[in-house]
């Protein structure tokens, strides 16, 4: 194991030691365990599994359960389009498109392979009016154009250039 992984390792027995190692408390233990991982990886969830002394297929369970859980890798970026029926109807698939050919990403592949950008579409982000309207992490980002749409990818990719 690397130094990182050990480390990541660590933060999950802290995550899991805060919690009591209370397997009712499942939900809130792999929401902070996916806030380090920013996914749930395989040996991540039997390890976890081990700690809390309930079956591998119970972690399981609740991590495929819930759409809030990821199974693959998230990027840094994670960008939720909407696609409800005022954002569709306002033309989120043009924004959408313009996002996937910015990142050269396809419809089975939407996580850029440098991890920096995961794009989905979602049925409602509660923004109606400002419809189309883009999330970027937690920034909301409404009235989107495809033009304007790149511009906020570009000014991400830029950020990241300077680091």
């Known amino acids: 194991m690397t130094g990182q992984t050990d480390a990541k390792l660590e933060q999950v027995c802290k995550i899991i030691e805060k919690h009591h190692s209370d397997g009712s408390k499942l939900i809130p233990i792999l929401q902070e365990i996916q806030e380090v991982y920013r996914y749930l990886p395989e040996e991540v969830i039997d390890f976890t599994a ?44 043009p924004v959408l498109n313009a996002i996937v050919e910015k990142l050269k990403l396809s419809e089975g592949k939407m996580t850029t392979d440098d991890l920096l950008f995961t794009v989905e579409t979602v049925s ?40």
């Open 50 to 93: 081990r700690k809390l002394k309930v079956p591998a297929a119970q972690v399981y369970g609740v991590a495929t359960f819930y759409s809030h859980f990821a199974l693959t890798p998230k990027g840094k970026y994670l960008v939720k389009v909407c696609n409800g029926t005022a954002c569709h109807v306002k033309k989120s698939i």
């Open 124 to 163: 409602c982000l509660g923004a109606c009016g400002l419809a189309p309207v883009l999330v970027i992490n937690e920034d909301v980002h409404g009235m989107m154009t495809p033009t304007k749409a790149v511009a906020e990818i570009d000014k991400i990719l830029a950020q990241e250039a300077a680091k």
